[in-house]
């Protein structure tokens, strides 16, 4: 008799192979299939599996001390992890809280940017304000902030609305548009939205410095990113960087927003920042925004039983080391541009591959229906899904990322450890050839 399911899975009623093992870009299933790792999981196994530093790591600190409690003890590990953070942040980010997950690290972003206003005595800067086609977490404060409409659909009344600018997403500009052009169109968007709720009410603005999930690895125009810290400057408005999928060296620089040259008031980092070792999330602040802090009530609210838990800072500290040590921006810059340029090589054979972008080792794919005029395929297609299932079946794991036009559009990540080398890189492409050669001919 066939077992009952007791784990509720993505997809109830589908059948997942179960991992069984897992070494530098390779996972293997119980049946000893072998998977090239092209997505880092969900864009987070950076450094690779099975890195046996981080696991002697894991051990070492467990021998000495798992958990203590913050509102106890402050402990080493954590110490030595806020410090290395704002030595690696730009600016004067010097502060770190730690958390366990992306959505938790926007979600005390939003909410220490609410803070920093009241003890500032503006207690109506209370407003965020995102964008569309985003994506900042599942809790509800992150999910307030996220303009993915179908992962809102379901809890929208319960929502805030904060998204309400545009993305600057430059594939899909109006025609006759440049690039630089759509970079200052979109960020006059904040401008006009700040002036619209009245800038006494805004306490912040969130994007994710090349939006993930929601879109792709959409990448905006150069400029784009200047022009929105300056307004955000002119209208007393916090801008925070969520870089949850992009920290860590993903994008070829430590943080994203280094490309150009634009220092937040916050970042937040998860994902990468532990490569996936254990679970952990960080919220960076900067020396700004706790000077009222410090001054006033002293403490944030906010806080979990696992926040900045000897253990898991420990671990996130071994993996940030290794980023250093091995390299591994610069190296995710040098693979990523080779990867880019296979990919943009395949994109001619393709009739359905309309846009190819992003940065480093985070590539975004987009399909369409009709390359010239960028048509979308109807969602009933699925055509993200299949890819992501003829690569599987060949053995390769590649990320979705569909849903960021106004829920419809179809999009991949390919997202491999930053260890990878240009062999294993032209090993996955060949795969993800075959896989979309064959949704091609399903198309037709
Ligand atoms: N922010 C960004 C930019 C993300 O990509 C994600 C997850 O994909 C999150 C926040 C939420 O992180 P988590 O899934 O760890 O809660």
Known sequence: MKERDHLIKPILGKRYPMAASAKGIYIYDQDGKKYIDGSSGAVTVSIGHGVQEVINETLAQAEKISFSYRSQFTNEPAEKLAKKLSQLAPGDLNWSFFVNSGSEATETAMKIAIQYWQEKGKLKKDRIISRWSSYHGITMGALSMSG????RQRFSSLLADYPSVSAPYTYRRPEHVTEEEWGFLCAQELETEIRRIGAERVAAFIAEPIIGAAGGAITPPANYYQKIKEICERYDVLFIADEVMTGIGRTGKMFAIEHWNVTP??????????????PMAATLVSDKVMEP??????????????????????????VIEYVEKHQLVEKAEEQGNYLMSKLKALSESFELIGDIRGKGLLIGMEFVANREKKNPYPPELDVTNRVIEHAFDKGLLVYPASGAINGMGDAIIISPPLVITKGELDRLVDILEAAISEVQCELR
Do not use: C, E, F, W
């Open 148 to 151: 993915h409409v179908l992962r």
């Open 265 to 278: 008031d916050l970042i937040t980092l998860g994902k990468g920042m532990s490569s996936g070792y254990t």
């Open 293 to 318: 802090i410090l001054k006033g009530s002293k403490t944030i609210m906010g806080g979990h039983t696992y926040s900045a838990n000897p253990q898991s800072a420990a671990v996130a500290l071994k």
